[in-house]
């Protein structure tokens, strides 16, 4: 699986959008990008996964670059209860592999 | 609900004891997994199971032992051989599928935190 870098952390005002970046240089063509974070304590929550055309659900956006050799993930209106590490993983669909970096802690405040 | 559950949430074990991870889901999952999450760190992967009685060994599986007899069952045993087993152990699931915005997408239970004492 392709390596991920993403910074250690971010703050981000509540009501504003949290736009968390990820480089994935190495990934290949059949690689998926996979978001999910985790509230301390807590089991990794899925947030969003796509290949390479911008996906969007009802938790975020992810906007994947031409190249395909970065992202972001946008939370379009942070609220408090968003504050959380977030994990960039790119995966081989029909992998069985989640490969975790350290994320990003995104900090909301008030 | 559909779900991972994980049992129990808090466990202590005496040194020299093997200690028993319970994972149930009942989302008809094939797959599951179990991973071992320390404080500050990513998750790595302890074994993985694609399929009912057949499982792999994941990154760290040294001292760990699983078994699948069950579709919606994975436990996990921690063993006297683990040599430092406190940690945050979580089970995940997922289905594999060719649909390629629902298919193995892997979904997480809530957690087991394990400490010797």
């Known amino acids: 699986d392709a390596k991920t870098t993403q910074p250690t952390s971010m703050d981000c005002a509540e009501g504003r959008a949290a736009n968390l970046p990820c480089n994935h240089s190495?990934?290949?063509?059949?690689?998926?990008v996979y978001w999910y974070r985790q509230i301390h304590s807590q089991g990794p929550q899925y947030i969003i996964h796509?290949?390479?055309n911008n996906e969007t659900n009802e938790m975020a956006s992810l906007i994947i670059t031409e190249d395909r050799k970065s992202s972001t993930l946008i939370l379009p209106h942070a609220t408090l209860r968003d504050t959380a590490v977030y994990y960039c993983?790119?995966?081989?669909?029909?992998?069985?592999?989640?490969?975790f970096g350290q994320g990003t802690r995104l900090t909301i405040n008030p | 609900d559909g779900g991972i559950t994980q049992s129990p949430k808090y466990l202590f074990r005496k040194e020299g004891q093997n200690v028993t991870l319970s994972c149930e889901q009942n989302?008809?999952?094939?797959?599951m997994y179990w991973y071992r999450q320390d404080p500050g760190q990513g998750l790595r992967l302890i074994y993985y199971?694609?399929?009912?009685?057949?499982?792999q060994k994941g990154d760290i599986a040294e001292g760990y032992s699983v078994s699948r007899e069950k579709k919606e069952s994975f436990p996990l045993t921690v063993t006297s051989a683990q040599k430092n087993p406190t940690a945050f152990y979580l089970c995940?699931?997922?289905?594999?599928?060719?649909?390629?915005?629902?298919?193995?997408?892997?979904?997480f239970g809530e957690g087991s935190w394990l400490t010797v004492v």
């Open positions: 199971s694609q399929i009912v009685n057949d499982f």
């Open positions: 993983i790119v995966k081989v669909q029909g992998a069985q592999k989640l490969v």
């Open positions: 995940a699931s997922s289905h594999p599928s060719r649909d390629r915005f629902s298919g193995n997408t892997i979904y």
């Open positions: 190495t990934i290949s063509g059949n690689e998926y």
């Open positions: 989302l008809n999952h094939d797959a």
């Open positions: 796509g290949l390479k």
